[in-house]
């Protein structure tokens, strides 16, 4: 304390000013458009938490691109293709699995179908003498993981080959032999678009999982809605009172009784699914563009809305790999965010069989057996909210699985959700949110943003 006002005076009577000692700066806060990566830090159990796209097209989809992802000469659409780099490097997602239509997919071969270019920087993940993925590389330095896939039939991801020559790629076949060929090139087998399928269908075929949300299903659902908006405020340019733009999605009643049913239904007769969102990304639908000069359907935007997130178990070096990400998503530990509500910081669903500290993850299986079962569940909060503003109403619901939908357990507005179970069966956690922090870039729309929606989904984890 002497020496400092000793120092003071001195500077003084050198006719110099005493430096001022700044406060530090306050922290970020969160805002919509706002983009957050993740942190990569394993958590307790040595798991690192992924964000990515799971259901996504590129220029090898014959709809994407406004219909138009190549000319009559078949030279692919640059244009749209830089979009969805600018997109994928925007949202700062770990991964992307493609699902480009068949049409299109299997006319084109690997690596071209990984979205690979090395003139930008891109670097293949080679294995077995192949390229399995492409870590494609944007201008800020960092890098995505860009796997391929198709919807044609079933929905198989992180394929690693083709199955079938060419000419002679039949990705519409749901035999379980054609199914089990993709499987062997290390596909995870997953369906779109879960009000296509029958319960029995999603039962019997050979699967891995199924989409629990769909957001071109959802779009279509929400019709009047979209039509509303784009021709009351988006077509007569009266957008001073529209909503901060990457809000666009408030508007609509993100809940689907008829994906819940069948979900719920599939689990409850015994059969173990991962469920996935699935973003169905096409930039084909609404080209109108909003008070930023975007289009709604940007790749960016799209892709920055929700994703799915995946707990890898990384190498024991610390890196990983699309193998890696395959793994989690085939176990099942995966569960979606609808992160254009903000980002879910701290949220954790696992099992604890007895007394001790013996733990199931999400997509496995704890049994009572062995001492009891114990459902253990954190509650989210927005991450990097101004706790000065007006804050979100969350609550976290703990679910299981019966014929024709779920039933509520237990649920818990913040801190931790423990429930002991007692009857075997599929549970899940929901995070419901209204997110009243929106408002003030609610403008003239305040309203959309006292109802309560869902913000985070879990897949399921098993009680025997």
């Known amino acids: 304390m002497l020496r400092s006002s000793l120092f003071a005076v001195l500077v003084v009577l050198a006719g110099c000013p005493a430096p001022v000692m700044m406060p530090p700066p306050p922290p970020p806060t969160w805002a919509p458009g706002t983009i957050i990566p993740q942190s990569r830090t394993p958590n307790a159990r040595g798991f690192v938490e992924l964000r990515g796209l799971i259901h996504v097209h590129s220029i090898y989809s014959h709809d994407a691109c406004d219909g138009a992802p190549h000319d009559l000469n078949g030279v692919y659409n640059q244009p749209c293709l830089a979009d969805f780099r600018l997109g994928a490097c925007a949202s700062q997602d770990d991964f992307f699995f493609l699902t480009d ?242 980002y879910a910081d701290g949220f954790d669903f696992f099992a604890r069989e007895g007394t001790g500290s013996a733990v199931k993850e999400l997509g496995e299986t704890a049994r009572l057996a062995n001492g009891g079962v114990t459902l253990v569940a954190n509650t989210p909060k927005v991450k990097d909210l101004d706790p000065a503003g007006e804050q979100p109403v969350v609550a976290m619901i703990l679910f299981k699985a019966r014929e024709g939908g779920w039933d509520e357990v237990a649920r818990v507005s913040e801190g931790t959700l423990e429930q002991t179970v007692t009857s075997a069966g599929a549970y899940r956690i929901e995070v419901r949110i209204a997110p009243k922090h929106l408002r003030p870039w609610g403008n003239q729309r305040k309203a959309w943003f006292g109802a309560e929606r869902p913000w985070v989904m879990s897949s399921a984890l098993y009680v025997e």
């Open 101 to 342: 239509h068949g049409d299109s997919f299997r006319d084109n071969e690997f690596p071209d179908v990984l979205l690979f270019d090395q003139s930008k920087g891109d670097v293949l993940v080679e294995r077995g003498g192949r390229a399995t993925a492409n870590r494609l590389m944007c201008p800020s330095g960092s890098t995505t993981l860009i796997m391929a896939g198709t919807e044609t039939g079933a929905m198989p991801v992180g394929l690693e080959a083709h199955v079938g020559d060419a000419g002679m790629r039949d990705y519409g076949d749901l035999s379980d032999a054609r199914l089990d060929a993709f499987k062997a090139v290390n596909s995870v087998n997953l369906v779109a678009h879960a009000e296509d399928w029958s319960v029995q269908q999603l039962i019997d075929l050979h699967l891995d999982g199924f989409e629990m949300f769909n957001l071109h299903r959802n779009a279509l659902k929400n019709g009047g809605v979209a039509a509303d908006l784009v021709l009351n405020y988006v077509d007569k340019g009266m957008l001073d009172g529209f909503p901060h733009p990457d809000l666009f999605l408030a508007a609509f009643n993100l809940d689907d009784d008829v994906y819940m049913t069948t979900w719920g239904t599939v689990l409850a007769r015994g059969t173990k699914r991962v469920t996935t969102m699935g973003s169905d990304c096409h930039q084909n639908t609404l080209p109108a563009k909003l008070q930023d000069g975007e289009r709604i359907d940007s790749y960016r935007r799209m892709m920055g809305a929700f994703s799915n997130h995946l707990l890898v178990r990384p190498k024991t070096d610390g890196t990983w790999d699309d193998a890696d990400l395959k793994e989690a998503l085939r176990s099942g530990r995966n569960f979606g965010v609808f992160e254009f509500m903000g």
